[in-house]
Structures are given as structure tokens and as C-alpha cells.
């Protein structure tokens, strides 16, 4: 069993919808929960933490920990063509960070 | 611009090749990095050094070689290249290992 897993999707949304993306990870001793946005021919970019569990907030992006089930989410409000890139979820261990494989998001105008 | 920077970009090559990547940081951190991103996206490390010194060394064939001469330098020496090492590989920096990185650009690296 992969420590991370996301679905690759790809995800396509029309504008403005909500966007719910997620992934499990298998060691319930992680405690940083991280989410990066890659744009097209670019470096991953960290948009998001959240340490434990809970919820926090950033403008349009909310980033959730739910550590009961060991499930993390990041949910996209009033979703934007500019929010079209992948999203990688990632935790911090043994001082490197482990991705999970990123899930494509298509916002289409 | 305080960045990660990686030099080339591009860089097309034949089998057997040895290649050269190149990457620099100007914003202070101790800690350095090298991903490779296949063509699923998949990120994985193969190296990371803080100040100088290497700390994690992912499975990694030993035709990858990295050398930091400085905290601010890290790059990454291929040998006798492979189709299968075609990928875009990524330089990053952080302050604290693990938190908070920094990705340069990537360098798209085909193997013909």
C-alpha cells in the first residue's frame, strides 16, 4: 500500500461549481498534511497546510484533515478556469515530502 | 527575483549521453532537493543535502550523481543515460527539512 494515495482523476468542472479533491494516507502517526497546485510546465507551488485534524481556510481553497479516517480533502469554492492545474496532496516524513500522484483539475469557461 | 532556478529547461539527449542539470537557490535555505516527476506526475526524491552535506539518498541507479559545492548549489550528474530516464526533474529548497518548499521550473529530460 502506497503512504499516499489521490485519484489521477481527471476532473472536469464547469465554472463556478465546488471542487472536492482527496487522498488517504495509511500512517496515522502523520501530523502535517500539505496540498500543492502544479501549473502546466511549472514547478509544484504549496498553496495550503493544515496541522492534525480540522478545517482551514484560505480565501476559496479549504483544506480539511479528518485523521479518524485518515482522509485529507481540499474543496475549491466558485471554481475559476485559472484554478485549472493539478493538485497534489503531500506529508512531511523523514525529511522529504511524500506526494500522492496529483489529480488533474479541468475548470472549463 | 528570490527563486529556484535550474538550468536547462530543455534538455534532448541520446542514450549513453552524460548530462549535466544545474540549480540554485537565492533564498537562504539549508536544505536542497532533487525530484523526478514521471509521466503520471508521480513526485518522488532521489536526493536531498543540507548545507552541503547529503541526507537522503533514494534508491536511486549510482548513474545519478549530485553535488552541492555550496547550500545555495545542488546539481545532478546523469551517466550513460536510459530511456527510461526520461522525466522532469526537479530542483527545490526549503528551510526546514520536509516544510514549506520551493520548486524550481523543472528540467524536461528526453532520452532518444
Known amino acids: 500500500q502506497k503512504e499516499v494515495e489521490q485519484d489521477p482523476g481527471p476532473l472536469s468542472v464547469p465554472e463556478g461549481a465546488i471542487v472536492s479533491l482527496n487522498c488517504t494516507y495509511s500512517?496515522?502517526?502523520?501530523?502535517?498534511f500539505m496540498w500543492y497546485r502544479q501549473y502546466s510546465r511549472k514547478g509544484p507551488e504549496l498553496l495550503m497546510y493544515?496541522?492534525?485534524?480540522g478545517n482551514k481556510e484560505d480565501g476559496r481553497f479549504t483544506a480539511q484533515v479528518d485523521k479518524s479516517s485518515k482522509y485529507i480533502s481540499l474543496f475549491i469554492r466558485d471554481s475559476q478556469p485559472s484554478d485549472s492545474a493539478t493538485y497534489l496532496c503531500a506529508i512531511p516524513r523523514g525529511g522529504k515530502l511524500i506526494f500522492g500522484q496529483g489529480t488533474t483539475l479541468q475548470v472549463k469557461p | 527575483d528570490t527563486a529556484v532556478s535550474q538550468t536547462p529547461k530543455y534538455l534532448v539527449t541520446q542514450m549513453g549521453n552524460d548530462k549535466s542539470i544545474k540549480c540554485e537557490q537565492n533564498?537562504?535555505?539549508?536544505?536542497m532537493y532533487w525530484y523526478k516527476q514521471d509521466s503520471k506526475k508521480f513526485l518522488k526524491i532521489m536526493f536531498s543535502y543540507n548545507n552541503k552535506e547529503l541526507i537522503i539518498n533514494e534508491t536511486v541507479p549510482n548513474r545519478f550523481s549530485p553535488k552541492s559545492p555550496d547550500k545555495a548549489h545542488l546539481n545532478l550528474h546523469i551517466n550513460s543515460l536510459e530511456l527510461g530516464d526520461s522525466a522532469v526533474y526537479f530542483c527545490?529548497?526549503?528551510?526546514?527539512?520536509?516544510?514549506?518548499?520551493?520548486f524550481g521550473s523543472g528540467t524536461r529530460l528526453t532520452v532518444v
Open positions: 527545490a529548497s526549503s528551510q526546514d527539512t520536509g516544510y514549506g518548499y520551493t
Open positions: 533564498l537562504g535555505h539549508d536544505t
Open positions: 500512517n496515522s502517526a502523520f501530523q502535517y
Open positions: 493544515t496541522y492534525s485534524s
